[in-house]
Nanobody
Framework: VQLQASGGGLVQAGGSARLSCAAS????????MGWYRQAPGKQRELVAG???????NYADSVKGRFTISTDNAKNTVYLHMDSLKPDDTAVYYC?????????WGPGTLVTVSS
């Protein structure tokens, strides 16, 4: 599975941004897709995920601010980010699970300025 992420960039605190991740496989075949992030000096952490059944899960730090969604026709998963904080600054990675094998997309940097 190849994953191509886009979006991100420099955003002011309190602003919004949207990340996109296009998969080379039909997302109907993917058991799970998610967004992770890694801030400087920190471990990579799960931000949000969505299963093939549409069940979602979020990190406590982003609940109520971030929303994960999919466009099945475009084989794309989105991460809508609202009320961004400087602590959200990180490289964001798209992840997909196909039959128990994990795949990572290239990271995209989100920088939130205060």
């Amino acid at each position: 599975v190849q994953l191509q992420a886009s979006g991100g960039g420099l955003v002011q605190a309190g602003g919004s941004a949207r990340l996109s991740c296009a998969a080379s496989e039909s997302i109907f075949r993917l058991k799970y897709m998610g967004w992770y992030r890694q801030a400087p000096g920190k471990q990579r952490e799960l931000v949000a995920g969505i299963s093939s059944r549409g069940n979602t899960n979020y990190a406590d730090s982003v609940k109520g601010r971030f929303t994960i969604s999919t466009d099945n026709a475009k084989n794309t998963v989105y991460l809508h980010m609202d009320s961004l904080k400087p602590d959200d600054t990180a490289v964001y990675y798209c992840y997909a699970d196909l039959r128990g094998v994990g795949y990572w997309g290239p990271g995209t940097l989100v920088t939130v300025s205060s």
